[in-house]
C-alpha cells in the first residue's frame, strides 16, 4: 500500500507553480532501495482576484504549468528527491523554472497492531533552472536561491487510511534574505484500484511587503485547498487529477488550479526492514 501512495503524494504536493515550496515534493512515503519513482504534471491555474498586501483588488492571470519529478531511493530509509517546472504565462513570461533538488531520510519508524507511525526529516535546495527574466511585470519567478528544511510526521492504518502533518523552513538567502514557515495536514485513504485524499495548507513568508507583480512576488502569505484522486492503469503506471483553491491571502491570487498527470514506478531489489 505504501509504494502505490507514494509517489502520487509526492507530484501533488507541489501544486503551485511559483511557490511550490509551500507543501515541496516530500511525502510520508519512502520509494525504497534501488526504486526510482517518475511523474510528469500539467496544471492550469487561474484567477481574476488578487491580494495586494491584505488588499483584494480586480486582477487577472492565467498560469499553465508541465512537472517533472524523479525520486530514487538510495536504501530503504533515504531517497534523493528532484523536481523541476516549466511555467508558460505568456509569449514574454515562459521557460523553465527553479529545480529542486533534496535529500530525504526517515528517522524512525514505530509499529503498532493497527499501523506503523514514520518521522521523516529532508533538506533541499531551490535554485533557479533557467536565465529566466524576473523583471518584467508578470515574471514566471524571483530567481531566487532557497534553503528547504522539512519534518513530517505519518500515521498509516493497516487498511488504508493515513494521516500527515508536515512543517518545516524555507529560507531565502538570495537575491535577498527571506525566511518562511510552511503547514500541511494531509488525509487520505488508498485501495487497490483507487486513492483519494484532503488537504489543507497554511503558508507565511515571514516580513512581506506589499507586492507590486502577480506572479514573481516578494513574499506571500495563503491558506490553499485541494483534492486528489488517482487510478493505476498498468503494472506501475498509474493517472490522477487535482484540485485546489486559495480563499484568502497576502500577496497572492484567489486562485482555482486544476491538475493532472501520470506517475510511473521503475522498481529494483529492496530490502525489507
Known sequence: MQQRLHLLLIILGCLGPFFCLAQ???????????????????????????????????????????????????????????????????????????????????????????????????????????????????PIGNRNFTFQGRFLMQYNFNYGFFIHLQSGIDFQFAPVSRSALPLLFRTGFGAKYFYVDGWIEYFTTFNAGADTQLTGGSGSQWWRLGLTGYAPIYKGLGAFVGWAYIPTGKNIGQSHRLNTGIVYKLKGRSKKE
Not at 519513482?37 to 504549468?65: V, W
Not at 535529500?103 to 521523516?120: A, C, M, P, S, V
Open 24 to 138: 515541496g515534493p516530500i511525502s510520508g512515503f519512502m520509494p525504497g532501495r534501488k526504486v526510482t519513482d517518475f511523474a510528469l504534471n500539467y496544471g492550469y491555474e487561474s484567477y481574476d482576484q488578487y491580494f495586494f498586501g491584505s488588499e483584494k483588488q480586480a486582477a487577472s492571470n492565467t498560469i499553465q504549468s508541465l512537472s517533472l519529478f524523479i525520486e530514487h531511493g538510495i536504501s530503504n530509509r533515504a531517497s534523493v528527491v528532484f523536481t523541476v517546472p516549466y511555467i508558460w504565462i505568456d509569449s514574454e513570461n515562459e521557460g523553465i523554472q527553479d529545480a529542486i533538488l533534496a535529500i530525504k531520510y526517515r528517522n524512525q519508524r514505530k509499529t503498532y497492531d493497527n499501523g506503523n507511525l514514520n518521522f521523516i526529516t529532508s533538506i533541499g535546495l531551490s535554485v533557479p533552472a533557467s536565465a529566466y527574466d524576473a523583471e518584467t511585470d508578470n
